[in-house]
C-alpha cells in the first residue's frame, strides 16, 4: 500500500489578480491540487486580506486520483469574492493529504509571464 502524498494544510502567501489585461489573453491565477488517493478530498479554502476580514471555508472537492484547477476569480461564498487589484493570500486544508501548486499568468502587458511554486505545506 502507498504512503499518502502530500499533505493536509498548504499556505499561499502571495496572491493577485489584476485589474487589467493586454492583448487576447486574461491575467489570472489558479490553485492547483493533486489527489492520488482514491477518495475524494474535501478542502475548504480560506482567503486572507491586508484591510478586511477573510472569506472563509469557501467548500471544494477534489475527486480521487484526480487534479483540479481552481481558479481564484471564481471562488465564491454567499456574495463574498476575491476583489481584483488587491492583494491576498490563500489557505487550503484538506480532510485528507494532497499536493498543492499556485499558478499565475499575467497578461498585463505584451510579454506574458507565467509563475508556478508548490505551496508550503504545513506539517
Given at each position: 500500500?502507498?504512503?499518502?502524498?502530500?499533505?493536509?494544510?498548504?499556505?499561499?502567501?502571495?496572491?493577485?489578480?489584476?485589474?487589467?489585461?493586454?492583448?487576447?489573453?486574461?491575467?489570472?491565477?489558479?490553485?492547483?491540487?493533486?489527489?492520488?488517493?482514491?477518495?475524494?478530498?474535501?478542502?475548504?479554502?480560506?482567503?486572507?486580506?491586508?484591510?478586511?476580514?477573510?472569506?472563509?471555508?469557501?467548500?471544494?472537492?477534489v475527486?480521487?486520483?484526480?487534479?483540479?484547477?481552481?481558479?481564484?476569480?471564481?471562488l465564491?461564498k454567499g456574495?463574498?469574492?476575491?476583489?481584483?487589484?488587491?492583494?491576498?493570500?490563500?489557505?487550503?486544508?484538506?480532510?485528507?493529504?494532497?499536493?498543492v501548486?499556485?499558478?499565475?499568468?499575467d497578461?498585463?502587458?505584451?510579454e506574458?509571464?507565467?509563475?508556478?511554486?508548490?505551496?508550503?505545506?504545513?506539517?
Open positions: 500500500m502507498r504512503q499518502p502524498a502530500g499533505a493536509t494544510r498548504w499556505l499561499i502567501p502571495d496572491g493577485y489578480i489584476p485589474e487589467k489585461s493586454s492583448g487576447q489573453l486574461t491575467s489570472h491565477e489558479s490553485i492547483c491540487v493533486l489527489n492520488c488517493a482514491s477518495q475524494d478530498a474535501q478542502l475548504k479554502i480560506t482567503i486572507y486580506f491586508e484591510d478586511r476580514d477573510p472569506i472563509e471555508d469557501i467548500p471544494v472537492t475527486a480521487g486520483r484526480r487534479t483540479y484547477h481552481i481558479r481564484t476569480s471564481l465564491r456574495e463574498a469574492s476575491i476583489p481584483v487589484g488587491v492583494p491576498y493570500a490563500i489557505e487550503v486544508v484538506s480532510d485528507i493529504p494532497v499536493i501548486q499556485y499558478s499565475r499568468l497578461a498585463t502587458q505584451a506574458n509571464a507565467l509563475m508556478s511554486v508548490v505551496a508550503y505545506p504545513v506539517q
